[in-house]
């Protein structure tokens, strides 16, 4: 009996919100389906409508049946901009800012990115990898389905190339869908001091054709800011992107307007990340590009700023917007992304749909992922159960967690992710 079953699993008893901006009403930013019913098939969704539309009973159907106790169902998260690969912390210079420090004694005692950069390169392929683990659990308890996570923290070619390795080997040991992305152009490393020209050129003739060729890199990120790089710096790492055949996105107006967007919007880059400075001239280029904006609310808190991101503009020309935690050791220590719905509500004033579109859809766009991020079918079954009344609880709550399931390409897990 269950071999003819034509599902190989069923949910029911849950309301779902499929986030599927080709089929929701305007009115309802969730694409709500009460008394649901999501059908799967070998690691992708076969039927997602309403119970009462089921053609026979559910053990008719599939060969298991879920019952989501009353719960709601999205599509597993997505967190589309990470830092997560990387060695040491930065907890001591935290300390030594709120004892009165200044930056440059904090700089003296070897604070700062390049702390970040000389724990990293001290540590192996393996002990990166543990020390990332559980940063990357904390996110697989809420649901987090697919990750992005960045180089950087190497700068020369050998570490950025065990960055990404382990990056790549997250997704063997976790089950988790994992794009990665180098990031060479996001500091000077010591070595060039004085020097950033040599460094893009040492970017774009050596470092990132290796990734390239060894296949670690899914995009091709850079830092484009008074104290990172130039447009004209990331120009050039941009044009050797392109030329291997690297989708791009970019740090960009974070701390001052340099143009960074109209730059990877030019180059139909994937999204544009942070942008609390961000002009209208810029936000109309991202629209025309189909750039994503990514708001990194977590920086933005830790670092107590108080310029906010163009929202108004953002939603008036069309452009998709994007929540992640930024995970990073210097400015955006989170490894929640539940609490980036929250932060996003009430620092930027997204609605909760909205919020969390910027998880799902609108997270899968910046990575340039067309098979996931909706509950749709013949996509992938990435799905995550919530004990919860209403999606909005998602943004409300702090520091609550209501998971309960979570179904990676059809497979059922618990939400807390042990070691094997
Ligand atoms: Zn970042």
């Known amino acids: 009996m269950p071999t003819s079953a034509p599902w190989d699993s069923l949910w029911v ?59 709601w169902m999205t599509p597993g998260l997505i967190d589309c901009h990470t830092h997560l690969v990387y060695g ?37 392929e393996d002990q990166l990898l543990a020390a ?16 992005e996570v960045k180089s950087g923290y190497g700068l020369d070619t050998e570490t950025e190339t065990r960055m990404l390795c382990v990056a790549r080997r997250l997704s063997q040991v976790r089950p988790v869908e994992v794009r990665t992305t180098y990031l060479g152009a996001h500091a000077l490393p010591p070595e060039f001091k004085g020097n950033p020209d040599g460094y893009i050129d040492r970017i774009c003739t050596e470092t990132l054709p290796a990734i390239a060729e060894a296949g670690l890199a899914d995009a091709v990120d850079a830092f484009c800011e008074g104290i990172g790089f130039s447009v004209d710096q990331t120009r050039r790492v941009f044009e050797t992107a392109k030329r291997l055949g690297l989708p791009v996105k970019l740090h960009a107006e974070q701390l001052s307007n340099l143009g960074g967007a109209r730059l990877v919007a030019e180059f139909g880059g994937l999204s544009a990340d942070h942008i609390e400075h961000l002009d209208e001239e810029g936000v109309a280029a991202m629209a025309q590009a189909g750039t994503v ?15 906010l991101p163009p929202i108004e503009l953002l939603r008036h020309h069309g452009v998709p917007m994007a929540l992640s935690t930024d995970n990073n050791p210097g400015t955006s220590p989170v490894t929640s992304l539940l609490l980036m719905l929250s932060m996003g509500c009430t620092f930027f004033r997204l609605t909760p749909a909205e919020a969390l579109a910027g ?16 509950i749709a079918p013949g996509l992938r079954a990435d799905l995550a159960v ?3 009344e209403h999606p909005a609880e998602l943004a409300y709550a702090i ?22």
């Open 88 to 124: 040491g912390n930065r907890a001591r210079e935290f300390e030594m800012r709120l004892n009165g420090a200044s930056y440059e004694e904090i700089a003296r005692a070897g604070g700062g990115i390049l702390s970040t950069v000389t724990a990293t390169r001290a540590a192996s």
């Open 132 to 147: 990332t683990l559980p940063r990357l659990d904390s996110l697989l308890a809420e649901g987090v389905t697919t990750v």
């Open 399 to 420: 520091g609550l967690n209501p998971c309960m399931a979570v179904v990676n390409g059809g497979v059922v897990r618990s939400p807390r992710v042990e070691a094997p």
């Open 386 to 388: 919530w004990r919860i």
């Open 13 to 71: 008893d849950l309301s779902v919100a499929t986030m599927d901006g080709a089929t929701m009403s305007e009115a309802d930013g969730y694409g709500a389906i009460a008394d649901a019913a999501v059908g799967i098939k070998d690691g992708r969704i076969a039927f997602v409508g309403r119970r009462a539309d089921l053609t026979d009973a559910p053990e008719a159907l599939a060969t298991e049946v879920h019952s989501g106790q009353g719960g």
């Open 359 to 374: 998880i799902t859809r609108h997270a899968a766009k910046a990575l340039g992922l067309t098979d996931r991020g909706v």
């Open 293 to 307: 904006a990514v708001l990194l609310p977590g920086a933005f808190y830790a670092l107590r700023e108080t310029k």
